[in-house]
């Protein structure tokens, strides 16, 4: 499950999923925070292993490629900025 809590008219978004015995190669969007609201999330971007646990979170941009894994069933929020609304 994947759903749009909000979204404002630059296109930024708040986003909950929830996923359970998912795997799979995954680019980031523009500007992505992710927070683990319950189990773990496994990332490996650039042959290095991150994992996400509860009430810890990530950050990735669009120029990132991760393989991502979920065992336990996490649930997540995602805050989606997109690039070009963001101050230079």
Same mark, same amino acid.
């Given at each position: 499950?994947?759903?749009?809590?909000?979204?404002?008219?630059?296109?930024?978004?708040?986003?909950?999923? %929830? #996923?359970?015995?998912?795997?799979?190669?995954?680019?980031?969007?523009?500007?992505?925070?992710?927070?683990?609201?319950?189990? &773990? *999330?496994?990332?490996?971007?650039?042959?290095? %292993? #991150?994992?996400?646990?509860?009430?810890?979170?990530?950050?990735?941009?669009?120029?990132?490629?991760?393989?991502?894994?979920? &065992? *336990?069933?996490?649930?997540?929020?995602?805050?989606? #900025?997109?690039?070009?609304?963001?101050?230079?």
């Amino acid at each position: 499950m994947n759903q749009t809590l909000f979204k404002d008219i630059k296109s930024n978004s708040l986003r909950l999923s %929830k #996923f359970k015995n998912f795997k799979s190669v995954a680019q980031f969007h523009q500007l992505a925070v992710k927070f683990v609201l319950k189990g &773990k *999330e496994v990332y490996r971007i650039n042959d290095k %292993k #991150f994992t996400v646990n509860r009430g810890e979170y990530i950050i990735g941009n669009s120029d990132q490629i991760a393989e991502v894994e979920m &065992k *336990e069933e996490p649930h997540c929020l995602c805050l989606i #900025f997109q690039m070009k609304s963001l101050p230079k």
